[in-house]
């Protein structure tokens, strides 16, 4: 069981990414799968989650209407379309696997998770 996590990078304020995470030894979509971010000096906090049936829970109000949580079947893959990033969206973004079938911000909650990949976002 593995997630792969990639995408981050550094973006100007404004600008756009996309983060990809690859699941493998496992079917993603029989799973709620979320998205963390723990920035430096922070604890690690939910973004967002993506569940089992259709739609997306997103834990930050700071987030909403910017980010687009979503899992592609066929791929195996979750992914976190994020618009309009601002520099206090600067983190580490982990993906991770729920342990039962219900979304939860609480990270004991997961049992698999990516190895994370880095948003800095500056000008």
């Known amino acids: 069981v593995q997630l792969q996590a990639s995408g981050g990078g550094l973006v100007q304020p404004g600008g756009s990414l996309r983060l990809s995470c690859r699941a493998s030894g496992f079917t993603l979509g029989y799973y709620p799968a979320a998205w963390f971010r723990q920035a430096p000096g922070k604890e690690r906090e939910a973004v967002s989650c993506?569940?089992?049936?259709?739609?997306?829970?997103y834990y930050l109000d700071s987030v909403k209407g910017r980010f687009t949580a979503y899992r592609d079947i066929m791929e195996n893959t979750l992914y976190l379309q994020m618009d309009n990033l601002q520099p206090e969206d600067t983190a580490v973004y982990y993906c991770?696997?729920?342990?039962?079938?219900?979304?939860?911000?609480?990270?004991?909650?997961?049992?698999?998770w990516g190895q994370g990949t880095l948003v800095t976002v500056s000008s």
């Open positions: 993506v569940k089992t049936g259709v739609g997306s829970t």
């Open positions: 991770a696997r729920g342990r039962g079938p219900e979304c939860s911000a609480d990270p004991q909650s997961y049992r698999n």
